[in-house]
T-cell receptor, first 113, second 121 residues
Framework: AQSVAQPEDQVNVAEGNPLTVKCTYS??????LFWYVQYPNRGLQFLLK??????LVKGSYGFEAEFNKSQTSFHLKKPSALVSDSALYFC???????????FGSGTKLNVKP | NAGVTQTPKFQVLKTGQSMTLQCAQD?????MSWYRQDPGMGLRLIHY???????DQGEVPNGYNVSRSTTEDFPLRLLSAAPSQTSVYFC????????????????????FGPGTRLTVL
């Protein structure tokens, strides 16, 4: 079965510090992994994706994610957090049935000045 | 391009009423989908479509119907609303390389609409 887990409901970080939002996945076959961000009262916006190739994927707004096949993880990272990064972050995987996407429960990122 | 649009933005229904949530995209995307978002549960796939005339069920299809008569539109119908259907609904679209099309998958990005907040009393 395909699934995604985001073990932290909330992550708090001070502005300027590095941030990590964790994601682990379970999927049959090669994974297609995504990160999306949701600002209040808005739809989800694409940040980055891993399809194949380099394990470190760079995305929008200075975010990057590291694919680790042995740990089945795809953690989202940013070297220096901004207050404006505060939002809800979702990890997603495209399943063996390529027509279906599975989302994690979301992690609320709070960046404090 | 307007992208993915959804109407209405807000809706309040009484139990047993029916309604249709509208979704349209102007990007000529083959794939369209409906999700519901509930606190602590992330997004769950309700139904999806890989092209006009083709629809299939997602994780939580019960109580919802869909049809896809055109590439642009993918309405979601609630035939008899229940309080358990109180949620925020998102429509999404992407280019699609599915097994049914015979093309190799590319992991295409989904584009989301702004959402419809539905309350069923």
């Amino acid at each position: 079965a395909q699934s995604v887990a985001q073990p932290e409901d909330q992550v708090n970080v001070a502005e300027g510090n590095p941030l990590t939002v964790k994601c682990t996945y379970s999927v049959s076959g090669n994974p297609y992994l995504f990160w999306y961000v949701q600002y209040p009262n808005r739809g989800l916006q694409f940040l980055l994706k891993y399809i194949t190739g380099d394990n470190l994927v760079k995305g929008s707004y200075g975010f990057e994610a590291e694919f680790n096949k042995s740990q089945t993880s795809f953690h989202l990272k940013k070297p220096s957090a901004l207050v404006s990064d505060s939002a809800l972050y979702f990890c997603a995987v495209r399943g063996y049935n390529f027509n279906k996407f599975y989302f994690g429960s979301g992690t609320k990122l709070n960046v404090k000045p | 391009n307007a992208g993915v649009t959804q109407t209405p933005k807000f809706q309040v229904l009484k139990t047993g009423q029916s309604m249709t949530l509208q979704c349209a995209q102007d990007m000529n995307h083959e794939y369209m989908s409906w999700y519901r978002q509930d606190p602590g549960m992330g997004l769950r796939l309700i139904h999806y479509s890989v092209g006009a005339g083709i629809t299939d069920q997602g994780e939580v299809p019960n109580g919802y119907n869909v049809s896809r008569s055109t590439t642009e539109d993918f309405p979601l119908r609630l035939l008899s609303a229940a309080p358990s259907q109180t949620s925020v609904y998102f429509c999404a679209s992407s280019t699609q390389n599915s097994k049914t099309s015979g093309r190799a998958p590319t992991g295409d990005t989904q584009y989301f609409g702004p959402g419809t907040r539905l309350t069923v009393l």
